[in-house]
């Protein structure tokens, strides 16, 4: 993960921090952590489809404790809504970016709602180094893990999301036209991370390849 750095004195990374790599070292999920060089990202606003998105989340340290003096929760970041609760929880399509100090570094798409892929995402913290399960996803154990340490690190950290279309289709079932929604998250989320690498020459650091379905 880190062949292309070979000491503090050599990396710029997002953080802006000194010897990011000694950090790193030292982190015990160090594993699941991936170092983001500042050049390998864009600001938000110079991002060429920067209109479609609003701010949807903070991303946080989670501190919070309950009247005992105890954590209330064993996750260690958490996602603030900016917008209204309702939309949050609802269960609809959304393309979201991960933004580091202003700087891109994840597209992503969800067909079930910002809540339950952020639900999702703090599952990250299962990993066997942090003495869980390691019950949890190869991605949501990088991102949860990533967006912890660049925390830790004093970066800010947002959530930016574009609420998709809905999209109504018709298709006959025993020869009786029905009406349903579409899901179309897939396509939208393969054609904006195509559309970036075209533009910036690589996906964000921290996206999987687009869906090979949708490629052209």
């Known amino acids: ?3 292309y750095i070979s000491s503090c004195q050599e990396i710029k990374d997002i953080s802006g921090k000194e010897c990011v790599i000694e950090k790193y070292n030292d982190a015990e999920t160090k594993l699941w ?3 983001i060089l500042a050049s390998r990202t864009i600001p938000l606003d110079e991002y060429n489809r920067r209109e479609y998105f609003i701010l949807v989340a903070n ?3 989670d501190n919070d404790m309950n009247k005992d003096g105890k954590k209330k929760r064993n996750t260690v970041i958490k996602f603030d809504p900016t917008i209204p609760k309702q939309q949050y929880d609802k269960k609809n399509e959304w393309l979201y970016l991960l ?3 202003d700087r891109i570094v994840k597209i992503g798409g969800t067909r079930t709602g910002l809540k339950n892929r952020i639900g999702s995402y703090l599952c990250g913290h299962h990993v066997q180094e942090r003495g869980k399960s390691g019950h949890c996803s190869n991605t949501n154990g990088y991102i949860y893990n990533t967006l912890e340490f660049y925390l830790q690190l004093g970066c800010e950290i947002k959530m930016y999301g574009y609420n998709l279309p809905q999209t109504e289709v018709s298709i006959d079932i025993f020869g009786q036209e029905t009406k349903i929604m579409a899901q179309t998250y897939h396509a939208y989320e393969s054609a904006f991370l ?3 690498k075209k533009n910036y020459n690589e996906y964000p ?3 999987d390849n687009c869906d090979p379905e949708y490629k052209k």
């Open 194 to 196: 195509e559309d970036y």
């Open 99 to 101: 933004v580091i100090n």
């Open 1 to 3: 993960m880190t062949d």
């Open 33 to 35: 952590i991936k170092l």
């Open 59 to 61: 991303i946080v340290l």
């Open 205 to 207: 650091i921290l996206s």
